[in-house]
């Protein structure tokens, strides 16, 4: 699952209107039951789920079949896991079995039918709940027409990792514990089901999905509702679709080609073959990220359109990367988590290295891992939902990749195909993934990875300027490293010496020669030296007196800086400058980077320093470049990227036809969506980025494209001297109309805090705004939303009490959480 703080927060939602047995806090938290030893040990042997879904009154109406394990003799009171209404518990003969619902389960008193292989039936009900108030995707999300989705098809979904499976089906929601799947469901006319497994049966208004294999409750999973469906054959005939919302915008020819690459890229690396009878890429609304599902995956559709675009590419490998680490080998505990985030999250740049590195030459991507001090990678204190954090993903992936360099590449995947074939269709745990690398690293190295994955602090770097360059020191106070980390001198002879920072000694960082260039952690096994700056005067001393060592000085400096590989190249740019040169030069420069992202950031830095350039041809050597819309694929999620380009150039100059496409609303494609993107690097006058951003939000022809734009605003806004004072009322009304208009939680994920940058002073002031944040409190098809409106009304009453006891009597009815109803009674305490 890609998840982490951007795409996904995982929160345990409440029940839904037709209400359920199972009991929430206050603060919407489940409560766990403890179960004996012999329950714990509950072994399902199968699922077989018939349903329907009744939209006028918003339930999943179904009955689920359990089979426990025909090996075993079960306890005669069987406890699942259960957050729905069950309506009754009986055998295949129709004799009723008792039972009984404490918060969070269901015990089903056996009796004399406790035998081994015994099968129930669990009649029951389960509605999308209404939210706890936190960024989270539903258990169970059912979509319907509304305002703000330029598409109009109803879809329903599942979204079960960690432990969320119990919210739609009553189940041993437990990793470890693998069963056979099937669901059959009624479908209505125009509609179709996509579940794990095999179709089996479509006819008669129903259809029905079954597994020939085992898999955890968190990877079971449907969508149903109208679908556009894509096709495509893989390597060995493998079936590969990608299903969508008829009529939503896609490259998805390059989707479905993509698709087929990685899964032959991955086939070759792990040494295993695509293990399951499909690959279905789903895309939803209103999905945060990604989950991985045995031969499906969900992700959402405003990230995943096309291919051509880094972030997307990402995603979509990070996820079909799990049908090996995550699917075909589960993990036995959610303390073992980073197995499979961080082996996914290694795959992913294994499969999208041509977007850092054209000639592949690059094997590690150190670089781009964003790591997090506080953060482990494996964390018992914490429970499964409060995991999702750069622990098992980035930290993982660094662990992973010291791992690999430690035992070389061909033992390394030598290793990782021994644990994908030994634990086949079953789950690995911590120690049994690290005592398949003892013959490979050696008990030493086992030790000092243990204590790597259970660190919480990360190294330091203590980094001063002297004369020439910079004196580092570095700090690794729990045992992070595994690896050395190490620096390189590309010497003016061509020589390369390379150098390695001993723990607690200082070491110094110092050109010889004008041409010298500076390579951090040639390998880059490590993450930027740049995140382990200790302190204020070391992120400072680094930028001033380590950075510019990286960038290269000469001609001959540049040809080196061409082979250093392209992760080293985009990260010196990004946190440096650009090489000295003529502007005649610059062309043949941007060719030898090996990235999209490196020669995007090169001509964000030509662009400012050229207008002190003056007469020397940087200007229409820049305006020809941006014309042809350089290297969008290697653009990241950063809006604004070419604001010294758009002094330069103003956007509705530099791009007449197509900025004047945005002002008018973009109502249809004629810029795709990669357009898009670039378009927003740029900048142009509030009032001008108000209006046409604005448009785009209101009346684009597809839902990114409104996310998109409603990104810009925020972002723009998030600038206290960007807009000023006297402009400050006309962006309040337009952001009002707009979350008051809009029913789609990313787009309103933007809009709710721009009402907060751009508040006045007083409630008066913010009227309208409160009008607009009350609206989404009565909206039940947001829940996602509800807690950034409550807090933003908050910050809009300027703590004017009788404003605020104003706010709250007007969404006294709204349907909301009691987190979110908590918040309306102190907000104080909650909104921090």
């Known amino acids: 699952m890609q998840t982490g703080r951007i795409w996904w927060a995982a929160a345990l939602v409440g029940c839904g209107a037709v209400g359920c047995n199972a009991a929430h806090d206050d603060a919407g938290t489940s409560t766990q039951v403890s179960l004996n030893e012999e329950q714990a040990a509950l072994d399902v042997e199968r699922y077989d789920l ?51 619902e404490q918060p969070g389960t269901l015990a089903i008193d056996l009796g004399t039918h406790a035998a081994p292989g015994v099968h129930f039936i669990i009649d029951y009900e389960a509605s999308p ?39 739609w089906m009553p189940s041993h929601d437990a990793p470890e514990d693998r069963a056979y799947f099937s669901i059959d469901m009624r479908v209505d006319d125009g509609e179709q089901l996509v579940a794990n497994g095999d179709l089996v049966e479509a006819a008669n208004g129903r259809t029905k999905y079954r597994t020939a294999y085992t898999i955890p409750t968190y990877l079971m999973a449907f969508a149903l509702g109208e679908f556009g469906v894509e096709r495509t054959r893989g390597p060995h005939g493998l079936p590969i679709s990608v299903w969508h919302r008829p009529g939503l915008p896609g490259a998805y020819q390059p989707l479905l080609g993509l698709l087929d690459r990685m899964v032959r890229r991955f086939e070759g690396l792990l040494g295993v073959a695509y293990p399951f009878e499909k690959y279905s ?18 992700q959402g559709e405003i990230l995943t359109s ?44 294994e499969g999208t290295r041509s977007f850092l590195d054209r000639d592949g030459s690059d094997p590690r991507d150190g670089d781009m891992r964003a790591v997090s001090a506080g953060e482990a990678v494996r964390d018992p204190s914490i429970e499964p939902s409060a995991k999702y954090d ?25 290793t990782v195909r021994q644990v994908l074939t030994r634990h086949r269709f079953g789950a690995v745990s911590t120690d049994s993934f690290l005592e398949a690398f003892r013959p490979v690293l050696g008990d030493a190295a086992l030790v000092a990875i243990r204590r790597a994955i259970g660190a919480k602090a990360l190294p330091t770097l203590a980094i001063e300027p002297v004369a020439g360059g910079g004196r580092v020191t570095l700090h690794d106070p729990e045992g992070t490293l595994l690896v050395p980390m190490r620096f390189a001198w590309h010497r003016a002879g061509g020589a390369v010496q390379t150098f390695e920072l001993v723990p607690g000694v200082p070491t110094d960082i110092v050109r010889n020669a004008p041409e010298d260039l500076l390579v951090l ?88 320093f050229a207008p002190s350039d003056t007469g020397s041809g940087w200007v229409p050597v820049l305006e020809r470049v941006l014309r042809e819309q350089p290297f969008p694929g290697g653009l990241r999620r950063s809006p604004f990227f070419y604001e010294a380009c758009s002094r330069l ?55 990114r494209t409104r996310f998109e734009a409603a990104f810009v605003l925020h972002e723009f806004s998030s600038n206290p001297n960007a807009i000023s004072e006297a402009e400050r009322p006309v962006w309040r009304e337009r952001m009002a109309q707009l979350v008051a208009a809009g029913q789609v939680p990313f787009v309103l994920e933007s809009l709710i805090p721009t009402l907060g940058n751009v508040a ?23 829940p996602q939303n509800h807690r950034d409106a409550a807090c933003t009304a908050y910050r809009l009453t300027a703590q004017e009490d009788t404003a605020w006891r104003a706010f709250v009597e007007s969404v006294a009815n709204a349907e909301i959480h009691p987190s979110v109803r908590a918040i309306l009674r102190d907000p104080a305490s909650s909104c921090v």
């Open 390 to 414: 750069s622990g098992p993903y980035d930290r993982g992936a660094w662990v992973l990749t010291q791992m690999r360099t430690l035992a070389g590449e061909r033992a390394f995947w030598a």
């Open 649 to 703: 150039f103003p956007p509705s100059q530099l791009f007449p036809r197509a900025w004047s496409s945005l002002g008018e609303g973009l109502t249809s494609p004629v810029l795709d969506e990669a357009q898009v993107a670039y378009l927003e690097k740029f900048t142009a006058p509030p009032e001008e980025m108000l209006r046409v951003w604005s448009a785009v939000v209101q009346k684009g022809y597809s839902t």
């Open 521 to 608: 952690d040639p390998r880059d096994v490590h993450p930027a030296w740049s995140l382990f700056a200790s302190d204020g005067a070391s992120q400072k001393a680094f930028s001033e007196a380590i950075a510019p060592l990286r960038i290269p000085f000469g001609g001959r400096a540049r040809e080196r800086f061409s082979n250093v590989g392209g992760t080293h190249q985009l990260t010196a740019l990004l946190e440096g400058t650009l090489p000295t040169m003529r502007s005649s030069e610059f062309p043949e420069f941007l060719r030898g980077l090996d990235s999209d992202a490196a020669r995007a950031t090169a001509v964000a830095r030509a662009c400012a």
């Open 281 to 298: 890429l789903v895309l939803l609304p209103d999905f945060p990220g990604g989950e991985e599902h045995a031969s499906i995956t969900f």
């Open 760 to 782: 006045g002073a007083s409630a008066v002031e913010n009227a309208a705004g409160l009008r607009a944040l009350a609206a989404v409190l009565h909206m039940r098809g947001v």
């Open 50 to 100: 018939a349903a329907e879904y009744d939209w006028e009154n918003r339930r999943l109406v179904a009955s689920v079949k359990v089979t426990l394990d025909a090996t075993k003799t079960p306890p005669a009171l069987v406890v699942l896991d259960s957050r729905v209404a069950v309506t009754g518990v009986r055998l295949d003969t129709g004799e009723a079995l008792s039972f009984s």
């Open 129 to 167: 709940p209404i939210g706890s108030g936190q960024n989270a995707t539903s258990p169970l999300t059912a979509i319907e027409s509304r305002p703000g989705d330029a598409i109009g098809s109803r879809v329903l979904y599942t979204h079960s990792e960690p432990e969320n499976a119990r919210f």
């Open 306 to 349: 096309r291919a051509d675009l880094e972030r997307d590419a990402r995603l979509t490998t990070h996820e079909l990367a799990h049908q090996w680490f995550g699917d075909l080998v589960t993990v036995e505990g959610w303390d073992d988590l980073w197995i499979k985030e961080g082996m996914a999250t290694v795959l992913q740049w």
